[in-house]
């Protein structure tokens, strides 16, 4: 019994690896690309950062990160559903995307019905 729980808490954390990875590389990029975006002072001080390229690719590593960001949740759903699968784990990643759609589809269903 007890060897059957270590093993699933072993799966679980790795299931989660995936997504926290991503998490903190989508945090990276929002940084760097706040830095480069809204520092006003480095900017100042280096004026190559006003440059088009520079902010193109500061606008674009804040677009990537906060695409990961938004859907964080969905990477979670899937990432979990793809680790803790025994078996045809492919079905059970779609089975995941077409879960997390329901649920977001159910909830802005209930929140849109409801009068203040």
């Given at each position: ?75 979670f759903a899937v990432s979990l559903a793809f680790t803790l699968a025994k078996s045809e784990k492919e079905y059970a990643a779609l089975g995941a995307i077409c879960g ?17």
């Amino acid at each position: 019994m007890k060897k059957e729980m270590i093993n699933f808490f072993q799966k679980l954390s790795r299931a989660f690896i995936t997504p926290i990875a991503l998490l903190s590389f989508a945090s990276l990029l929002l940084g760097v690309a706040s830095l480069f975006l809204w520092h006003e002072k480095l900017r100042e001080m280096l004026p190559f950062l006003n440059s088009f390229i520079f902010q193109y690719i500061a606008n674009l590593l804040n677009t990537v990160g906060a695409v990961i960001m938004d859907n964080l949740p969905f990477l979670f759903a899937v990432s979990l559903a793809f680790t803790l699968a025994k078996s045809e784990k492919e079905y059970a990643a779609l089975g995941a995307i077409c879960g997390y759609l329901a649920l977001n589809m159910g909830m802005h269903a209930c929140i849109i019905n409801v009068s203040p």
